[in-house]
């Protein structure tokens, strides 16, 4: 998926940054749970499949020590423009989310993942459940956004519960809503995305 997110960033062509900012209450709402449950300054957090950074600004304004990671240079340099245009502190890799490593992203309270597990193959899944476990917190939680499984063409797979039980052995499902679609076009909001919260146990 990553060479046709690296078109579209290209093209300009990047619907899922509408449907972010449509859903931007839900989004508000999900991050204060997972606030309601620390003591600020909440800690370490990492944004996978980042982008150009809107949600990782979005945590740092909050109080969050952001690390965000995406395979796409042109949308991780972006990302580094608009945290410093904003006078923001959080560092950008260009990286693979399946092949993370302690010495790069340390270690991680919080994961947040808006579409980035759903468009992997089975065995970057794996990889990337690893990865994840391997620099998170003993009581790390998990926040991620996925398209119901299903074929449909130049959009990602889709993940369901179960695809997240075999990429997340170690954890544990302590909450599942459907996402805001009201800024999604048509097709993306007949995918039925929905949240997914995780806890490592």
């Keep these: 998926m990553s060479t046709g997110y690296a078109l579209a960033?290209?093209?300009?062509?990047?619907?899922?940054?509408?449907?972010?900012?449509g859903a931007a209450a839900q989004f508000t709402a999900l991050v204060h749970r997972e606030e309601a449950e620390r003591t600020p300054p909440y800690g370490p957090a990492l944004d996978l499949g980042c982008g150009t950074g809107t949600h990782s600004r979005q945590l740092a304004q909050r109080g969050w020590r952001v690390t965000g990671v995406d395979a796409v240079g042109a949308a991780v340099r972006q990302a580094r423009a608009s945290a410093a245009e904003d006078g923001l502190d959080v560092r950008f890799l260009e990286g693979d989310v399946t092949d993370l490593h302690p010495d790069e992203v340390g270690e991680v309270a919080f994961f947040l993942d808006v579409g980035c597990f759903h468009g992997l193959t089975d065995g970057q899944r794996t990889a990337m459940g690893q990865g994840v476990t391997a620099v998170a917190t003993r009581d790390a939680t998990l926040l991620l956004l996925a398209f119901r499984p299903?074929?449909?063409?130049?959009?990602?797979?889709?993940?369901?519960?179960?695809?997240?039980?075999?990429?997340?052995?170690?954890?544990?499902?302590?909450?599942?809503?459907?996402?805001?679609?009201?800024?999604?076009?048509?097709?993306?909001?007949?995918?039925?995305?929905h949240w997914y919260r995780l806890r490592r146990t």
């Design 9 to 21: 960033y290209r093209l300009g062509i990047t619907p899922w940054e509408r449907a972010g900012r």
């Design 150 to 193: 299903g074929r449909r063409p130049l959009l990602p797979r889709g993940a369901g519960r179960g695809d997240l039980e075999t990429a997340f052995p170690g954890w544990t499902f302590t909450d599942e809503e459907p996402a805001d679609v009201t800024g999604m076009p048509g097709p993306l909001k007949r995918t039925a995305p």
